[in-house]
């Protein structure tokens, strides 16, 4: 289940409108979360656990969409500093990569989660905000706060973190990344994501 509530919530990350005005960081997630779980009830492939094609159909959904160069370098922390321009544009691609193999299985344990919608708190000049819903799980489970910590950007509003029952996936990964930098210097840590010998707990109920 730890699972299923990731890859839900790394794959619900919000996309903006395409019309002239953004639309609020709250609508997005709602559109979007509508358009992903409609592919997850209804793919084929899934029905037959076959979940490359359908990580492949939502990443065209919501790729554009993650702020994938602020979550790598909160998930790298300090060190982001210190490697090159081309250290940080490998570590984006391969931290994105590392997410996609990690949580693409558990795509299999989808049994029709619905997601709920708690207010949002905003004010008008608000830079970032806070986005929160709950996962309500079939068989009686407690329900799993899910929150989106989003940005404004010039091309609307994008997800940089993502809160799980009150644990941070960047904060998570970091301390695991800042003991292999430690080890094996910036350089290790993308050759150990890149070839997925990194073991991360995700820490997820």
Not at 130 to 136: C, D, E, H, P, S
């Amino acid at each position: 289940m730890k699972k299923i509530l990731l890859i839900l919530s790394l794959l619900l990350t919000p996309v903006f409108a395409t019309a002239t005005e953004p639309m609020a960081p709250d609508e997005l997630v709602r559109a979007l979360t509508d358009e992903v779980l409609e592919v997850l009830r209804t793919d084929d492939h899934l029905a037959q656990g076959e979940t490359e094609p359908v990580v492949r159909a939502i990443e065209k959904l919501v790729l554009p969409h993650f702020n994938l160069r602020r979550m790598t370098a909160l998930a790298v922390g300090r060190d982001w500093r210190d490697a090159t321009p081309e250290q940080q544009e490998r570590l984006v691609d391969a931290f994105y990569e590392m997410l996609v193999r990690t949580y693409s299985n558990a795509l299999t344990e989808y049994r029709d989660q619905r997601v709920d919608f708690r207010p949002l708190r905003m004010s008008p000049d608000d830079r970032s905000v806070r986005v929160q819903t709950l996962i309500i799980q079939t068989g009686g489970a407690q329900p799993v706060a899910v929150d989106y910590m989003m940005g404004k950007t010039e091309g609307g509003w994008k997800a940089f973190d993502v809160v799980i029952a009150g644990v941070s996936l960047v904060t998570n990964y970091r301390s695991t990344f800042q003991r292999e930098i430690r080890a094996n210097g910036i350089e290790g840590l993308i050759k150990s994501l890149e070839t997925n010998e990194i073991p991360v707990d995700t820490g997820t109920p």
